[in-house]
């Protein structure tokens, strides 16, 4: 019997099929030379304890991928883990008096079940947590091997300083000069770190980005920004009164002769020597401390400087003395942390000298200036032009002004050609409890020392409390005392833990082999399935993260891990899921589920008052603008919440949330549903032989193949918005058809179950139950992908619009290429076309080939 009005039961259905995939093994990837491999994977979560919407957007995208690619014929790995250490859980565990080790376990197996209720296609086998001993214990193998080799090392460096937390901050984590979480004002101060050297492959990481053509183009531009080879000089200058040298890197030696003052940074040995018994220098430097380090905090900070009272003598120009600064916008880790400032162009240096009253002298000419006029106001003039003021580099361009000038600088001895990255070495260090122990024993007598292999993992203790600020690994009365490995003499563990992004740079070969107990990936299996086919996740980490991986993979391949160089041979960064805000009278945030409409405008639930609606933002706790993934599954079901993810936007563009947007979605869910149950009984067998079709019927199986054909092109673009579209489309001309002949009835069938295989990528649950009901056996997870018939795509008829004196009057099918006197007379027999004619006769009549028939009266 049919089922017209019976509503889909979402909570039974996509229960019963995650349990069936789950007891199937549908999704356990293993190695099958047979087939090709494609590993699609996300950006692993923090553990916080709640699924948020860019959760369920990300993780839905990457599995419409992941199930697409299987049903291709793909052996497909699709992993999941936890990045797992950090200091929310320590912050946690000083809130809530709860160990980070308990709380993020726990976060971990909520989060857990919310993902599962998504009916994500993940091999739960490989999950990984990257807080737990059985996965440091092969990051600090490899920190080991990495010293080995090189590419690790210590040193003393200025580092952002969170005073509340009491631990090293990456600039990423300085925001307006305070710390991420705390808001403290951060400090700089002068730690030994280890570092990686990520600088030893800075030319390789710049130049194989051409190679990425898979990775979003903006991408690889903050790489190659972040990276930052730039050429330039590095050039001497004497200081009046001292034997000593100052050297300086530029990457303009072309404005040497606008130059107006030489800047050292704070931190430069010079300004530590001159600070000596100088309070006014002493202070500006500490005032200069605070600041931070990041370029950000630098670019948007006021430029102060302090007048050392040295001056420097002009390498090109006798008797040309300029003053020496130090300058808080100058960074001690870029060239030698020391520069010449040319005011004319570079804003920088202009707004500096506008504030200290320096000389501002143009030496470029930019194009259709008078030599004689031009003056520079209050912006640099920064673009190409040609020299002048400037002796005798006078008259070139710049290019070639900036190789003229480094000519002479060589020939002179002066400095030298060099090259220059922005790029700095990654300090790991990192002064808390929860994250992974670095594995190095400091002895007075033998310095620096590995902990022997045979030791490893070095495992945090459980021992610790958090009752006083700082780090509780350096508090703890035991942890940190051990014997020497070389002398056997008394010895302290290293205390600093590593930062979190050596967790990350690392996961997707784990998922290869998830259970290695004496490697951290088997060879093989990293061999078959790297690099990541397909990689997912937020814009945000569009420089750290993925760079950090990129430097990673190169060191494990050095030292012998691995094959690849690049992990990710594709990416996607999709956009924020939004939502609007909204405010009560007394300017608090109000949650979406306070706000209701009435007469027009918005009112707060409970007390009437009005609300006041803000703009439409990424969804955040602190704006409260947020809705739980779990409420939307809970009430509409897993499919409803991943076909509206899809829906409406381009994956890479940002999401807006809406009410409206959910329940169009759960609206499509349900008219599927009917769908098929309303013309099942109707239906031909599944595996029906094909009869002769009519027109209608072969009509309809012509729109269900370009369907297909689109459908599959829009999937291999991401198109996704455009795929739904494209379903939607095709199940509504479903919807009208009448299975009343055999021929119309067998179009339908092979229609429904094509819509269904397409739709089992977005609709996992539906698909599988809508499947089974058409009479299939075998799961929609274990059938191949629909094929378009390409003779199907081939259209044999065309619509052609008639006009009459210019105004659209009727349309008419046409055999593809028609003769155009069969055109003109089909054409002049409509009826619409013979009244509006009002019995005239054509003066002409114009055929335009399988588009238009344009009738003049």
């Not at 007075?444 to 600020?469: I, M, Q």
């Not at 603008?625 to 936007?649: E, K």
């Amino acid at each position: 019997m049919s089922r017209t009005d019976e509503r889909y039961n979402f909570k039974e259905t996509e229960a019963k099929w995650q349990r069936t995939w789950e007891e199937s093994g549908a999704f356990v990837a293993t190695i099958d030379p047979a087939r090709p491999k494609y590993f699609v994977m996300e950006m692993f979560p923090y553990p916080s304890g709640r699924i948020h919407m860019g959760h369920v957007r990300n993780y839905t995208l990457g599995d419409v991928v992941a199930r697409h690619k299987r049903a291709q014929g793909f052996n497909v790995l699709h992993p999941m883990g936890w990045d797992a250490f950090g200091l929310p859980a320590e912050n946690a565990a000083i809130e809530r008096g709860v160990h980070p080790a308990k709380w993020t376990r726990e976060n971990i197996a909520s989060m857990r079940e919310q993902l599962k209720s998504m009916g994500l296609s993940y091999d739960w086998g490989r999950e990984v947590a990257t807080c737990e001993p059985e996965y440091y214990r092969h990051e600090q193998k490899m920190f080991l091997d990495f010293l080995k080799a090189g590419l690790v090392y210590r040193k003393e460096s200025w580092v952002n300083w969170d005073p509340v937390e009491n631990t090293v901050l990456a600039n990423e984590q300085v925001i307006d000069g305070r710390g991420w979480r705390s808001g403290a004002l951060v400090e700089k101060r002068l730690l030994s770190q280890w570092f990686l050297k990520i600088t030893a492959f800075a030319d390789d990481l710049l130049q194989s980005l051409k190679g990425l053509d898979r990775w979003p183009e903006r991408v690889r531009v903050m790489q190659e920004n972040w990276i930052g080879r730039s050429e330039g000089a590095k050039l001497s200058w004497d200081v009046v009164g001292r034997s000593e040298r100052l050297e300086i890197f530029t990457t303009r030696p072309d404005t040497l002769f606008g130059a107006a003052f030489l800047a050292i940074s704070p931190n430069h040995p010079l300004a530590a020597e001159l600070a000596r018994g100088n309070a006014e220098l002493t202070e500006f430097i500490a005032e200069c401390n605070r600041m931070g380090t990041s370029e950000a905090a630098l670019e948007t900070a006021e430029k102060k400087g302090l007048d050392t009272g040295l001056k420097a003598r002009h390498p090109f120009v006798p008797g040309w003395e300029l003053p020496i600064y130090v300058a808080n916008f100058v960074l001690m880790e870029y060239g030698s942390g020391a520069i010449f400032g040319c005011p004319a162009h570079d804003q920088r240096d202009l707004d500096f000298a506008r504030k200290y009253g320096l000389p501002v002298k143009p030496v470029v000419l930019p194009p259709g200036e008078d030599a004689i006029t031009f003056a520079v106001g209050d912006e640099a003039c920064a673009g190409d032009g040609i020299l002048y003021n400037s002796d005798f580099l006078d008259g070139l361009g710049v290019e070639a002004a900036k190789a003229a000038a480094i000519d002479r600088i060589e020939k002179e001895s002066l400095g030298e050609r060099t090259v220059n990255w922005r790029l700095r070495d990654w300090g790991v260090s990192r002064q808390r409890y929860w994250g992974c122990p670095i594995p190095i024993i400091h002895c007075d007598s033998c310095g620096a020392v590995p902990v022997p292999e045979a030791e490893l993992p070095v495992r945090l203790p459980e021992d610790v409390t958090f009752d006083r600020p700082g780090n509780p690994l350096a508090h703890h009365p035991t942890w940190k005392d051990v014997a020497c490995p070389c002398c056997g003499k008394p010895a302290r563990r290293e205390t600093d833990t590593f930062d979190t992004f050596f967790e990350s740079s690392w996961y997707f070969g784990r998922y290869c082999s998830p259970l290695a107990e004496t490697v951290p990936f088997e060879k093989t299996e990293a061999d078959y399935w790297l690099p990541v086919d397909q990689y997912i996740g937020g814009i945000e980490h569009a420089v750290l993260h993925l760079l950090y991986s990129r430097f990673f993979t190169r060191a494990m391949k050095t030292c012998g891990y691995l094959e690849v160089k690049e992990p990710f041979d594709g990416l996607l960064t999709q956009g924020m899921v939004c939502h609007e805000t909204y405010k009560d009278e007394a300017g608090a945030w109000l949650y979406p589920d306070e706000v209701v409409k009435q007469d027009g405008g918005l009112v707060h639930a409970e007390t009437g008052r009005p609300v006041a609606l803000g703009r439409s933002e990424k969804m955040s706790k602190s704006k409260r603008n947020v809705v739980d993934p779990a409420y939307i599954i809970d009430t509409y079901g897993a499919d409803t919440a991943r076909l509206f993810m899809l829906s409406d936007s381009p994956p890479e563009r940002d999401l807006e949330w809406t009410e409206a947007g959910v329940d169009g979605a759960w609206r499509y869910v349900n008219r599927l549903w009917r769908l098929v149950g309303t013309v099942i009984e109707s239906l031909p067998p599944a595996g029906s032989t094909m009869p002769e079709l009519g027109a209608e019927a072969l009509k309809l199986r012509r729109q269900t193949h370009k369907t297909i054909a689109g459908l599959s092109d829009d999937l291999e673009r991401f198109a996704f918005n455009k795929a739904v579209a494209r379903l939607r489309e095709l199940t509504n001309a479903l919807g009208e058809v009448k299975p009343t002949t055999p021929d119309l009835a067998w179009s339908l069938r092979e229609g429904l179950e094509a819509a269904l295989l397409m739709a089992a990528p977005m609709m996992p649950h539906l698909a599988e139950e809508l499947w089974a009901e058409l009479g299939h056996a075998e799961a929609v997870t274990a059938t191949p992908w629909p094929k378009a018939d390409p003779a199907l795509l081939v259209e044999d008829s065309v619509t052609v619009a008639v006009q009459v004196n210019g105004k659209l009057r009727a349309t008419i099918e046409l055999p593809k290429d028609a003769d155009p006197k069969l055109a003109e007379e089909t054409a002049l027999a409509q009826a619409p076309v013979i009244a509006a004619m009002s019995g005239k006769t054509p003066r002409k009549v114009v055929v335009v080939p399988n588009r238009i028939v344009n009738v003049v009266v």
